[in-house]
């Protein structure tokens, strides 16, 4: 009869010796009646319970006529390999079946041996895991609860994507469909959206130092528009539509406001002399009052002329406003008596 498994393995349990030997008992009658109940003791095993099988056991003692004390295990192996049975009428069979038999058996037992160890132990592939597919476009929480449940250890890396939404996962590695081992590491690269770039300092430069900055901050020009001003030089940003320190998506795009050098001035005629003065200084302009020629009229407070008409005109320059003065009367000589 075959030895208990567990002495070409000594990682198989006595439980699991139970199962093997009752599996191979000679007597159909103890022998499993069935696969399932078969099964039942395989699985009872695996899964840390008691089977059905139970190793034959009985006390040392010594024969009813006073013999020998036998060895333990001769008696155990005596009584769960005995046949009880009558014995048989039949003839022999021939040498060679009994060895074909025996050969038969013993790889039946080395065969259910190794399936029991390998259920127990997590040998032929029990260690295997499958990279799932779903996880790119998944959250970064859910991915990585699907990886934890596959005992594989996820790593995140973060990285900017305009077209990912922050949170979601980019890609993965490996590929899904690759067979890994248990605990072996899986990259998930989750998106943290749109990435972001600060507006430089834009004003006070001129246009084209203006463009540099917005391309090298990773921002995109849209356009200028001019406008007058009374101190900001040509071509110099008084501007921009974004404020300068703001934090924007990058490729977010700037326009910029560029002083053309003009300044807007309007007739002052007709208008008190004093305020046309006050007003065309404040436009950084150049002002000289003149008297107007004494064909003008009357004297009077008002602009009887301006020099430059109304528009634009640079900045700084002059402008002549003449005004009707009273005219100057001629000192009297004096008169010498004759005598």
């Known amino acids: 009869q075959p030895g208990a498994p567990s002495r070409h393995n000594p990682a198989l349990t006595e439980q699991m010796d139970a199962v093997v030997l009752r599996a191979l008992e000679k007597d159909k009658a103890r022998r499993y009646q069935s696969a399932e109940d078969f099964r039942a003791d395989v699985e009872a095993v695996v899964a840390g319970r008691t089977p059905t099988a139970r190793l034959p056991?009985?006390?040392i003692q010594r024969d009813l006529f006073g013999g020998a004390q036998q060895d333990s295990e001769q008696v155990?192996?005596?009584l769960a390999f005995d046949d009880s049975g009558p014995a048989s009428t039949s003839s022999r069979p021939p040498t060679g079946l009994i060895w074909a038999g025996v050969l038969f058996v013993v790889a039946v037992v080395v065969a259910v041996a190794l399936w029991v160890a390998s259920i127990a132990t997590g040998g032929f592939g029990a260690d295997d895991r499958t990279m799932p597919r779903g996880l790119n476009g998944a959250t970064a929480a859910?991915?990585?609860?699907?990886?934890?449940?596959?005992?594989l250890n996820p790593i995140v890396a973060r990285q900017a994507s305009a077209a990912v939404d922050a949170g979601d996962v980019i890609r993965?590695?490996?590929?899904?469909?690759?067979?890994?081992?248990?605990?072996?590491?899986?990259?998930?690269?989750v998106s943290t959206?749109?990435?972001?770039?600060?507006?430089?300092?834009?004003?006070?430069?001129?246009?084209?130092?203006?463009?540099q900055r917005i391309a090298d901050a990773k921002l995109t020009y849209g356009s200028s528009t001019t406008q007058n001003s009374t101190d900001v030089p040509a071509g110099t940003v008084i501007s921009a539509s974004r404020d300068s320190g703001a934090v924007v998506d990058q490729g977010s795009t700037v326009d910029l406001v560029v002083s053309d050098g003009l300044v807007a001035l309007k007739d002052w005629t007709g208008q008190p002399v004093e305020e046309a003065r006050s007003a065309l200084q404040a436009l950084g302009l150049q002002v000289r009052v003149e008297p107007a020629p004494a064909s003008c009229g009357e004297p009077s407070d008002a602009v009887y002329y301006q020099s430059v008409g109304a528009g634009t005109v640079p900045q700084g320059s002059s402008v002549v406003l003449q005004q009707c003065q009273a005219a100057e009367q001629p000192t009297p000589s004096e008169t010498v008596p004759v005598g």
Request: overall charge positive; charged content about 25%.
């Open 76 to 78: 155990t192996r005596r």
């Open 142 to 151: 859910s991915a990585q609860a699907s990886l934890r449940a596959l005992d």
């Open 172 to 189: 993965s590695s490996p590929a899904a469909g690759t067979v890994l081992r248990k605990g072996d590491s899986v990259r998930l690269w």
């Open 57 to 59: 056991t009985i006390e």
């Open 193 to 211: 959206g749109t990435a972001q770039a600060t507006v430089p300092t834009l004003t006070g430069v001129t246009e084209d130092v203006a463009k």
